[in-house]
């Protein structure tokens, strides 16, 4: 990935591939960078890495990830509505050389292909888990993860007063309320069940407060 990277690259890139998809779907995909830290996301993936992208939407990370990252071995992105694994299938379809793989899974029980990927990426995904669930959620995707593979959390941080913003984003887009949960309070967890934080950071775009960790499975 060149280090020049920007929001307006990723822009014209996803404008210019063809696809069809509802309205607000199309716009998520095109713009969310703008709200979203992907360029940094994308800067964490390494050369022959196998990519996993839990909750992945409409795929539209993962096709950033075959364009703008380092040569990446192969995609693989899971998530629990089938519109959306749809709408990640029809954005790739025009790039028949990448390796890349999407199904649908039921939102607990993880696919035995994480077991075999270098880096698994969890997008504004955790906020979205019943908080009740959180903690399983979490331990049951790193039990499945291999030893030395990757795992990125970035979520919205539930610690910083302007969570209010994404709790409407999520009331608006998605009818519900989200569970975010403090960056102390995430990292928590990832330490308790296994993993070593290897980088950490916070920052915000807009009016959202975003926390990223890069934990690994020693």
């Known amino acids: 990935?060149?280090?020049?990277?920007?929001?307006?690259?990723?822009?014209?890139?996803?404008?210019?591939?063809?696809?069809?998809?509802?309205?607000?779907?199309?716009?998520k995909i095109r713009y969310r960078t703008y709200i979203c830290p992907f360029i940094e996301l994308i800067s964490l993936v390494k050369p022959g890495d196998k990519?996993?992208?839990?909750?992945?939407?409409?795929?539209?990370?993962l096709l950033l990830v075959s364009r703008f990252a380092d040569n990446p071995e192969s995609l693989y992105?899971?998530?629990?509505?089938?519109?959306?694994?749809?709408?990640?299938?029809?954005?790739f379809s025009q790039y028949t050389?990448?390796?890349?793989?999407?199904?649908?899974?039921?939102?607990?029980?993880f696919p035995e292909e994480l077991s075999k990927v270098d880096i698994i990426f969890l997008i504004d995904v955790l906020h979205h888990v019943p908080r009740k669930h959180q903690e399983s959620f979490l331990k049951n995707l790193i039990n499945i993860m291999k030893p030395g593979a990757r795992l990125v959390l970035k979520?919205?941080?539930?610690?910083?007063?302007?969570?209010?913003?994404?709790?409407?984003?999520?009331?608006?887009f998605a009818g519900e309320i989200g569970n975010e949960l403090?960056?102390?309070k995430a990292k928590e967890l990832l330490i308790n069940n296994g993993l070593r934080i290897i980088e950490q950071k916070k920052r915000r775009m807009y009016v959202y407060p975003h926390y990223?960790?890069?934990a690994q499975k020693d």
């Not at 990519?51 to 990370?61: I, K, L, M, P, W």
């Not at 050389?97 to 029980?109: A, L, Q, R, V, W």
């Open 155 to 172: 979520d919205i941080n539930g610690g910083s007063p302007l969570v209010l913003f994404n709790k409407m984003h999520d009331m608006i």
């Open 212 to 214: 990223t960790f890069v």
């Open 77 to 91: 992105g899971i998530e629990i509505t089938q519109r959306l694994i749809d709408n990640a299938i029809e954005l």
């Open 51 to 61: 990519v996993a992208d839990v909750g992945c939407g409409s795929g539209q990370f």
């Open 182 to 184: 403090k960056m102390e």
């Open 1 to 27: 990935m060149t280090k020049q990277l920007q929001n307006s690259e990723i822009v014209d890139f996803l404008c210019n591939t063809e696809f069809k998809a509802g309205l607000f779907d199309t716009l």
């Open 97 to 109: 050389s990448i390796n890349y793989h999407f199904e649908t899974f039921d939102g607990s029980h």
